[in-house]
């Protein structure tokens, strides 16, 4: 019986997260249509965040370890263990776009939201890994700060411990000299864990949002270690 009331509650959940979005919809259509009020993004998507995880009956705490200067831009690296790790990075204290796979581009109404919104990449494909970077460069220079998962999606075969890194987050911010802000989700996978059929379990997400890391002086695979060593120590922690 609770296997089968787990089972409802996630279905429940995809609808109220597929219902809000519509709701939200004619309200992501400002920034598409006009492009310099892309930090309505973030507003938006916190709203959206709310909606969903109130609505859903699924607890949440956010933790900032820091200050964040909203003048600034950040790349935030969160671990990516469930799919509640997408909703849960609406709670963002900086408005982000997300660096996102090219397979959301094919979900009614939100692919064309996401698509013109975010930067979508094939990691499969050389080409489309190459553009998505020049992409994640060319929003920096717009004054963007970019969501990116370190680890290309929910890979890793043994949560919580963390699947390797790719590259992209890691050169974007050396080369444009951009803060990344390591972001753990410890609990997420406990509470919608990557399974068919999905469940939900009851349970806290907690969103840590870690101070800065400067990209100053830096070489790629020394930021790498750096960032994941921040992630991998706070998920030991509380798992």
């Not at 709670?91 to 939100?110: E, Q, R, T």
């Not at 000299?177 to 989700?185: A, D, G, K, L, S």
């Not at 919608?192 to 806290?204: E, H, M, N, T, V």
């Not at 994941?228 to 509380?238: A, C, F, P, S």
Request: net charge positive; aromatic share 14%; glycine share 6%.
């Amino acid at each position: 019986m609770m296997k089968l009331l787990r089972i409802i509650w996630a279905h429940y959940a995809f609808f109220i997260f597929g219902a809000s979005f519509m709701a939200l919809l004619p309200f992501f259509c400002i920034p598409i249509i006009f492009p310099r009020l892309f930090k309505l993004v973030g507003v938006i998507d916190y709203v959206w965040g709310l909606l969903f995880f109130n609505l859903s009956f699924i607890r949440y705490k956010i933790i900032c370890r820091a200050k964040y200067d909203r003048k600034k831009q950040y790349i935030l690296c969160p671990n990516h263990f469930s799919y509640l790790d997408i909703p849960a990075m609406g709670f963002a204290p900086i408005s982000c776009i997300y660096v996102g796979k090219i397979a959301m581009k094919k979900i009614p109404f939100f692919g064309f939201m996401y698509s013109r919104l975010h930067i979508l990449v094939d990691r499969e494909r050389l080409k489309s890994r190459g553009v998505a970077m020049q992409a994640c460069i060319d929003a920096l220079e717009m004054g963007k700060s970019l969501i990116i998962f370190p680890e290309g999606g929910v890979v890793t075969k043994n949560p919580p411990q963390l699947a390797p890194f790719k590259d992209g987050a890691f050169r974007s911010a050396i080369e444009k000299q951009v803060p990344i802000v390591p972001v753990t989700m410890p609990h997420s996978w406990k509470i919608l864990p990557d399974k068919i059929p999905f469940r939900l379990y009851c349970g806290k997400v907690k969103i840590i949002y870690h101070e800065p890391i400067e990209t100053a002086g830096k070489e790629l695979e020394q930021l790498k270690a750096e960032v994941r060593k921040v992630m991998q120590d706070e998920l030991d922690r509380w798992n």
